[in-house]
């Protein structure tokens, strides 16, 4: 029996102007392609990749907060993936896939340095708040950072 894991990604926009993180995005998404049956899902902008939906966000912002409803179809794209890898921790996908993605999913975390402890000083009621809310949803799932760095590494710890 050939069987395929489904792996879906979720991110916020993958605009060329964000740099960094957003390459790491596209690149991982097209080598993924060759070993899952994979899908991305971006909330926010986004260039031309295979086997991407993308839902326009509210104003552009680069949290994720989507300008229409997100449909049923991503949401049971989510569920029925074996394999959830959600880019950036402070958004709304991150939270929306925890609450869409099946309990028997493996989810893997890229922070992309939104954990550091330089960042910890910005908006920190509303990061708190958040903090509390993923750790009510990732609480019995399978569940791992994936980071690049030892300080995040570090500060994930923390």
């Known amino acids: 029996m050939d069987y395929k894991l489904r792996l879906t990604q979720v991110s916020c926009s993958i605009s060329d102007q964000l740099g960094g993180p957003s390459r790491v995005v596209k690149e991982s998404h097209l080598g993924l392609l060759r070993h899952f049956e994979a899908k991305l899902v971006i909330i926010g902008q986004a260039n031309d990749c295979p086997n991407t939906l993308v839902i326009p966000s509210l104003f552009n912002n680069r949290y994720g ?11 049971r ?6 394999i959830v ?4 921790f402070y958004t709304f996908v991150t939270l929306y896939s925890l609450v869409f993605g ?4 493996k989810f893997f975390l890229m922070p992309h340095g939104s954990l550091e402890e330089y960042q910890w000083r910005k908006s920190k009621f509303s990061k708190y708040l958040f903090r509390k809310i993923f750790v009510f949803l990732v609480k019995g799932r399978n569940f791992v950072f994936a980071v690049a760095s030892e300080s995040e590494k570090t500060s994930i710890n923390k």
Not at 77 to 82: A, G, H, N, V
Not at 102 to 105: D, E, G, I, M, R
């Open 77 to 82: 794209l989510i569920r029925d993936s074996d």
């Open 102 to 105: 099946s309990p028997n999913a």
């Open 85 to 88: 890898l959600i880019h950036g």
């Open 65 to 75: 907060f989507p300008k229409r409803k997100v449909g049923k179809s991503i949401s």
